[in-house]
Structure formats: structure tokens, C-alpha cells
């Protein structure tokens, strides 16, 4: 509850001209949570007036994010409410309603300037007097009678705002950004209603924003300097205002605003690239809010009980990634292996295709550069096939998920991201062949005087024992009692072995990997390195 003791309705209110932007998701986050937290209503308005950049896709796109985040909306598009239609396009009675309710309370005008009388005015204002103030209120003083015969007779004109002459500086207590203060000398008497009848942005979102019977108001700082306008508005119309609660800027790490420039800015890119969306809320909550200046977990349950407008910061919040792929590898690492399993499915297959699209034995392959894959890819979603392969490969997983769920502890313990799957997970599925990183050949195989050749060719020989049972810890001990003998140490015994089966020296768990494989193909792999790289 408030202050006023009204229940808390807050909104989110995306406009459909793109995707749902990071900082268009914190801002949905801060209001959904708000809700949860005071045991509010979550309204999800799409405000659709801009009808060259609005469309369903986006609309689609967007409300696909937020089901994906798991930011569920108590109104809105597909749930309906008491106070729908929740698409600004269904709701133009609404406005015209508020129209007639200003001319009745004659807080609005018509106005019959033209275009070129504005353009001029504010052209010869630029040049003599340093600066537009704005609409000079020339219709203004036209009396009702003369206004309605000109309406009659049919000649186009616009709704403005009249703003008391006696209204001082509009000031509010913004939840975030504390007291402020705007002279009303820079208002001018703004259009609320088209020419061709539509509302403007400030006149529509207030209408709404007052039908819906929203009680906060939390958006980002960008539309800081709309909310005076707004304040006019609900007083034109005699309605009371909300709290206004603006968030700081997303800057990049750059401390510029985040942008494309800084890699992925949309929600689906994000989950794309392998973040979970526990993750992703927990760390887009972190950017402006903190619960107690410390914590950096918080689980959903924890930020929709605790969230409060009072935890916000005014300063920007720094997008920082590599937080977020801690933070990712945290959630990651609390999943159990069929959990993973689900969640990973799509890069899983990809694992598999990849690897399944190895051939023709042994390939040495040009190490990549920092940041890049570890492996260049083997086929790509261009290929003809792959979609076809991946599909097939997701079924398997989900028709026999065990033999997957293995695979969880080869890489929990340092994923940070679910897209790192195929790279790190192709080797498992190339068959007998394999392809050879080009620097650990140099820096493992053909290192002078590591004896790679004869670590290699003795544990094949214990690989290939009919006594052994196929299991990591067996394989590995009987591997490890080759190297007294051989007056080795264990490294240089396993690291040729983890080189020649997983194609390079920063694999998963050697032994836990070689249990999953066929014995064939392993001693093939091995065959076939010793055959290319030391006897060729
Ligand atoms: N539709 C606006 C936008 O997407 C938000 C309006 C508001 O929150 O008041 O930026």
C-alpha cells in the first residue's frame, strides 16, 4: 500500500517499433516487481499510435520477451482486464471522451493556426527574440462562437491545452530523482488532439494512464521532460496525479548509452546467447536497485517481495557483461543435470550436429584468436541440412535425455553462457575422427622431449584392455600406473591422451569424457593422431 493507502496499479507500456530492449526490460522488471511486492496490479499496455513504426510482430516479439523473462502481466494483451481494450488503437473513444471532458471543463481550444503561420512565427521568434517560447496563444483569445463556426464551417484545426495563466512552476517528488521543479514559462499550451482527430503521445498516455486507474508511474529518465506536460494534463482534466518515479540511464562500460555498439541490446538476443532468464532478471534488477548494497544473488522470490521505489538510484547504471556471465555461470552451476538438459536442448543438438559433421579422420585446425569459437564450425545453420539435423538431434535428446545428462558434469563447473555448449561439447560426437587444435599439436604433442608418442601408444594399450571396465576412474588409475614406470609425469601422460581424443589441451574432464565415448572410436582417434602427426 502507499501512502494513500490506494492498492498500487502500475504499467509497462512498450511502444511496438522494435524489440524489447534491455533497458525497456528493467523498466518492466521494476514495475512487475513493484506490484508483486505490494501486492499490486502489473498492467501491459501496447501504445500502437505510431502507425508508420508500430507493428503485430514487434507487439509479438515483445510480449514473447516478457513471458520468456517471466514477467507475467495481470492486465493486458491475451489476459484482458476491467480497464481494456490494452492497445492504444482500440482506446481512440476513450480519448475523445477525455476531449469533450476538457471542453466542458474549457480547459482546451481549438486551434486554426496553420502550418506555415506556426513555422513563420517561430522562424521570425529564432531570428528577433533569440528563441521560440512557444505557441503564442493566438487562438486562444478567439471567443466560442467564433471557434464553433469556424469548426462548422469545416476548417482544420487542432485541441491545445489552455494552461492557466496563474500556474507557477510544476513541481512533483519524483520517487526516484526527489523534488523537482519545471517553470511553467516553458509549457507552452501544447496540442492534445490532431488535426485529423488522433491524440499526441503526452495526451494518450495520460488518458490512459488516468482510465487505468495507475497509481506509479515508473519509467525511464527519458521521459523525465514529458511528465511536467503530463502533470498539466491530469489537471486539465481534474484527474490527480500518480507518482512519477524515473530510472537512470544503461550505460555501456564506456559510460556511454548503451547501444548497439556495445553488442546485444535486446531481450532475445540475450536469451539467444545462452543467459537464463532468472539470471538476467536478477542482474537487469541490480541496475539501478540494490536490496541492502551488497547481495548480488536474488531470486525471484526475494525481488518480488522486497522491491522497493526507495532502493533506486538516481545514478546510471554500468551495463557490465562480465557480471552478467559470472552471474549467468551462478544460475547455470544451480541447475541439476535434467534441468540443464531442458534448458540447454537447442545448443546441446547443435553440439551433436557439429560434431556429427567431423569427418575424414584426422584435421589439424588453425587455432582461433582471442574471443573467438575454440573450434570454427564444421557446418553452419546456412548449410544445407543443419536445420533438418538439429531437429532430429533434439528429438533424440528429448526422447532419451540420460545419455545428455551426462554430459552436465563435463562442463557445469565452467559454463558461462549456454551458447559455450557446442564449442566445448562437439568433440564427444565426432566419431572416430578428430580435429587437432594446431597449438596444442605444437605445444603437447611434438613438444621436445615429452615423449608424447610413447604416452600415446601406452595408454591406447590400456584403453584397448578387455579387463578394464569402460568407466572414468578405472581408466584413469590404470593409465596413472604408467607413468612410474615409464619415469613419466602424470601431465605429460595426459595431456598428448586429452590432445588426441578432445582435439586440444582446455577440454572437460578427460576420463569422465572418454567414459561417454564408444572404446572404438577413442582408440581410434588415438590410431589416427599417431598415424598423422608422428608417422607421417
Ligand atoms: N511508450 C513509451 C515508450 O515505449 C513509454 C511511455 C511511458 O512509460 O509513459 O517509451
Same mark, same amino acid.
Given at each position: ?42 498492467? *501491459? ?128 517528488? %519524483? ?56 502533470? *498539466? ?20 562500460? %564506456? ?104 569427418? %575424414? ?48 558434469? *563435463? ?44 604416452? *600415446? ?80
Amino acid at each position: 500500500m502507499t501512502d494513500t493507502q490506494k492498492p498500487v496499479r502500475v504499467r509497462f507500456a512498450p511502444s511496438p517499433t522494435g524489440k524489447l530492449h534491455i533497458g525497456g526490460a528493467r523498466t518492466a522488471i521494476y514495475n512487475w516487481a513493484f506490484a508483486r511486492a505490494t501486492g499490486g496490479t502489473f498492467v *501491459l499496455r501496447i501504445e500502437d499510435t505510431d502507425p508508420e513504426r508500430s507493428t503485430d510482430e514487434n507487439t509479438q516479439i515483445i510480449l514473447r520477451a516478457l513471458r520468456w523473462l517471466g514477467l507475467d502481466w495481470d492486465e493486458g494483451p491475451e489476459v484482458g482486464g476491467a480497464c481494456g481494450p490494452y492497445f492504444q488503437m482500440q482506446r481512440m473513444d476513450t480519448y475523445a471522451a477525455a476531449l469533450e471532458r476538457l471542453k466542458e471543463r474549457d480547459a482546451a481550444y481549438p486551434c486554426f493556426c496553420t502550418k506555415e503561420e506556426l513555422d513563420a512565427k517561430r522562424a521570425k521568434a529564432e531570428k528577433e527574440e533569440g528563441g521560440y517560447a512557444g505557441y503564442d496563444r493566438t487562438c486562444r483569445c478567439l471567443s466560442h462562437e467564433e471557434a464553433a463556426a469556424r469548426i462548422a464551417a469545416g476548417e482544420d484545426h487542432v485541441w491545445r491545452i489552455k494552461v492557466p495563466e496563474d500556474r507557477g512552476a510544476i513541481e512533483f517528488d %519524483d520517487a526516484v530523482y526527489g523534488h523537482i521543479s519545471f517553470p511553467a514559462d516553458v509549457m507552452d499550451d501544447m496540442i492534445l488532439v490532431r488535426t485529423d482527430g488522433s491524440p499526441t503521445y503526452n495526451f494518450a498516455v495520460v488518458c490512459d494512464d488516468a482510465n487505468m486507474g495507475i497509481t506509479h508511474v515508473i519509467r525511464g529518465d527519458d521521459h523525465l521532460s514529458n511528465t511536467p506536460r503530463q502533470i *498539466l494534463i491530469y489537471e486539465a482534466l481534474g484527474y490527480e496525479t500518480p507518482t512519477f518515479g524515473h530510472l537512470s540511464m544503461i550505460l555501456g562500460p %564506456d559510460g556511454k548509452k548503451l547501444s548497439k555498439r556495445h553488442g546485444a541490446t535486446n531481450v532475445e538476443e540475450y536469451r539467444d546467447r545462452g543467459y537464463l532468464s532468472d539470471a538476467l532478471v536478477n542482474f537487469l534488477a541490480l541496475l539501478g536497485w540494490s536490496l541492502d548494497g551488497e547481495t548480488t544473488i536474488i531470486s525471484r522470490e526475494v525481488l518480488t517481495s522486497q522491491f522497493g521505489l526507495d532502493r533506486i538510484t538516481k545514478k546510471d547504471a554500468i551495463f557490465d557483461e562480465t557480471k552478467l556471465n559470472w552471474m549467468n555461470g551462478v544460475y547455470i552451476r544451480e541447475m541439476d543435470a535434467p534441468e540443464w538438459v531442458a534448458a540447454s536442448k537447442r545448443w546441446i543438438a547443435e553440439a551433436a550436429v557439429q560434431g556429427a559433421n567431423v569427418a %575424414d579422420g584426422v584435421n589439424v585446425v588453425p587455432t582461433p584468436e582471442q574471443g573467438e569459437d575454440p573450434l570454427p564450425l564444421a557446418i553452419t545453420a546456412e548449410d544445407e541440412g543443419y536445420a533438418e539435423a538439429v531437429s532430429a538431434a533434439l528429438a533424440d535428446i528429448e526422447e532419451d535425455p540420460a545419455f545428455y545428462e551426462k554430459l552436465y558434469p *563435463l562442463v557445469i563447473e565452467r559454463l558461462a553462457r549456454l551458447d559455450d555448449i557446442p564449442a566445448k561439447l562437439e568433440f564427444i560426437f565426432w566419431g572416430a575422427n578428430v580435429r587437432l587444435d594446431e597449438k596444442s599439436v605444437k605445444k603437447v604433442l611434438l613438444k621436445e622431449g615429452a615423449r608424447a608418442d610413447e604416452a *600415446l601408444r601406452a595408454c591406447r594399450e590400456v584403453l584397448a584392455r578387455e579387463d578394464l571396465p569402460w568407466e572414468a576412474e578405472a581408466l584413469q588409475e590404470a593409465c596413472r600406473a604408467l607413468c612410474e614406470p615409464m619415469d613419466m609425469k602424470p601431465k605429460l601422460m595426459f595431456q598428448p591422451l586429452r590432445v588426441a581424443v578432445c582435439g586440444n589441451m582446455v577440454s572437460p574432464p578427460l576420463f569422465e569424457s572418454i567414459e561417454l565415448m564408444e572404446p572404438e572410436d577413442v582408440l581410434a582417434r588415438i590410431d589416427g593422431v599417431l598415424a598423422s602427426v608422428f608417422e607421417a
